[in-house]
């Protein structure tokens, strides 16, 4: 019997610490779980607190709110709301399609008050009026190009259903995986 000897060269083990870049890939790592976070939060929240977010796809409001914008809005009773304020509401003409625009004036009619919006960009005021009546979207912030962002994981996580969310999450995770990989 013979004993083979197998000469196998010796991996090189890792540095065992180097700081800088693991306080570099530490604080990625922070700064992308906050806008996930963030993301989440935007998507997410209405269901869970007071307020609701929508995103604006049109020029109408520029250059107050951009397009791209996200408006943030809160529920505000209809006899608190004044001349002035930028409103999210229901298109008359249009169910299912949401406006933000500003209370260009307050006008009485057979029914109660009504408001009459403008986009600060148009030249004049909207060729419909909105009720004054029960509780409506008071704008409260306004954050330029997080909308489309916002927009598309709304449609993930109700149009294609949580399936969609989930291939995100899934990607998101391998992608940190691979980035955590270090080279030989």
Same mark, same amino acid.
């Given at each position: 019997?013979?004993?083979?000897?197998?000469?196998?060269?010796?991996?090189?083990?890792?540095?065992?610490?180097?700081?800088?870049?693991?306080?570099?890939?530490?604080?990625?790592?922070?700064?992308?779980?906050?806008?996930?976070?963030?993301? @989440? *939060?935007?998507?997410?929240?209405?269901?869970?607190?007071?307020?609701?977010?929508?995103?604006?796809?049109?020029?109408?409001?520029?250059? *107050?709110?951009?397009?791209?914008? @996200?408006?943030?809005?809160?529920?505000?009773?209809?006899?608190?709301?004044?001349?002035?304020?930028?409103?999210?509401?229901?298109?008359?003409?249009?169910?299912?399609?949401?406006?933000?625009?500003?209370?260009?004036?307050?006008?009485? *009619?057979?029914?109660?008050?009504?408001?009459?919006?403008?986009?600060?960009?148009?030249?004049?005021?909207?060729?419909?009026?909105?009720?004054? *009546?029960?509780?409506?979207?008071?704008?409260?912030?306004?954050?330029?190009?997080?909308?489309?962002?916002?927009?598309? @994981?709304?449609?993930?996580?109700?149009?294609?259903?949580?399936?969609?969310?989930?291939?995100?999450?899934?990607?998101?995770?391998?992608?940190?995986?691979?980035?955590?990989?270090?080279?030989?």
């Amino acid at each position: 019997m013979s004993a083979a000897v197998l000469d196998v060269s010796v991996a090189k083990p890792a540095p065992a610490f180097r700081p800088a870049p693991a306080a570099a890939r530490l604080m990625l790592k922070a700064s992308l779980g906050l806008v996930v976070l963030g993301l @989440l *939060t935007l998507v997410v929240g209405p269901w869970l607190y007071p307020f609701q977010s929508f995103y604006v796809r049109s020029g109408s409001m520029s250059p *107050t709110i951009p397009v791209g914008s @996200l408006v943030i809005a809160s529920r505000a009773p209809a006899d608190r709301l004044h001349v002035g304020d930028v409103i999210v509401f229901e298109r008359p003409d249009q169910p299912g399609t949401m406006v933000v625009h500003r209370i260009d004036a307050v006008v009485p *009619t057979p029914t109660g008050r009504a408001f009459i919006t403008k986009g600060d960009a148009n030249s004049s005021p909207d060729g419909w009026q909105v009720a004054a *009546t029960g509780e409506g979207w008071r704008a409260v912030y306004s954050l330029s190009r997080v909308g489309f962002t916002v927009g598309w @994981l709304h449609a993930a996580l109700t149009r294609r259903g949580w399936l969609g969310g989930f291939a995100v999450v899934v990607a998101v995770c391998a992608l940190i995986s691979i980035w955590q990989c270090e080279e030989p």
